[in-house]
């Protein structure tokens, strides 16, 4: 199972908006919406910011949202702050069970 | 609440086998599936397998079938991860991951496994 493609790199200034693309195929993104998100900064465990495909835990920020259209699941971070500034990476489940994980994103607010 | 508190860092030989633990608490062991995934240095996330902690039922990723192996102690409220014929490439941090809201949602703290001669 190949992973899901995301660009390597984003940026954006304080107070702007970006997304996040993750691109897979029709056996995973396109199939299902068992979409996830995380957030992780560097030296600490990952931390989940969206699942199925759009919806928030409870506690993180209305600022980050999501969404799928094809095959391919976008993440937006609205009102960009310092602090958002870290490694995103979406995972997908893929048919029989497994689950696979994009390439991950650098976020660098400017 | 939640918590998933793994074993620590650990320093193996090309070859050898390394084994990684993973104490849950604050919810009941046998409710929820366990996965684990690894982080080489500066590079990705990357899913190695998942263990139904109530009836033992285990499924792995391609990469790395035959090679791993996920376990549990319901006893114990812990989930294993053994991983065999390392190599340089195995250098990692290994975590284990607690699914809720169908996702991969809780996360230990990581365990790094060196793998050197």
């Known amino acids: 199972q190949s992973a899901l493609t995301q660009p390597a790199s984003v940026s954006g200034s304080p107070g702007q908006s970006i997304t996040i693309s993750c691109t897979g195929t029709s056996s995973d993104v396109g199939s299902y919406n068992l979409v996830s998100w995380y957030q992780q900064h560097p030296g600490k465990a990952p931390k989940l910011m969206i699942y199925?495909?759009?919806k928030r835990p409870y506690g993180v920020s209305n600022r980050f949202s999501g969404s799928k259209s094809g095959n391919t699941a976008s993440l937006t971070v609205s009102g960009l702050q310092a602090e958002d500034e870290a490694d995103y990476y979406c995972c997908s489940y893929v048919s029989s069970s497994t689950w696979v994980f994009g390439g991950g994103t650098k976020l660098t607010v400017l | 609440q939640v918590q998933l508190v793994q074993s620590g860092a650990e320093v193996k030989k090309p070859g050898a086998s390394v084994k990684v633990s993973c104490k849950a608490s604050?919810?009941?062991?046998?409710?929820?599936?366990m996965h684990w995934v690894r982080q080489a240095p500066g590079q990705r996330l990357e899913w190695m397998g998942w263990i139904n902690t109530g009836n033992g039922n285990t499924k792995y990723s391609q990469k790395f079938q035959g090679r791993v192996t996920i376990t549990r102690d319901t006893s114990a409220s812990t989930a294993y991860m053994e991983l065999n014929s390392l190599r340089s490439e195995d250098t990692a941090v290994y975590y284990c991951a607690r699914v809720e809201m169908s996702t991969i949602s809780y996360w230990g703290q990581g365990t790094l496994v060196t793998v050197s001669s």
């Open positions: 199925e495909v759009s």
């Open positions: 604050g919810y009941t062991f046998t409710t929820y599936v």
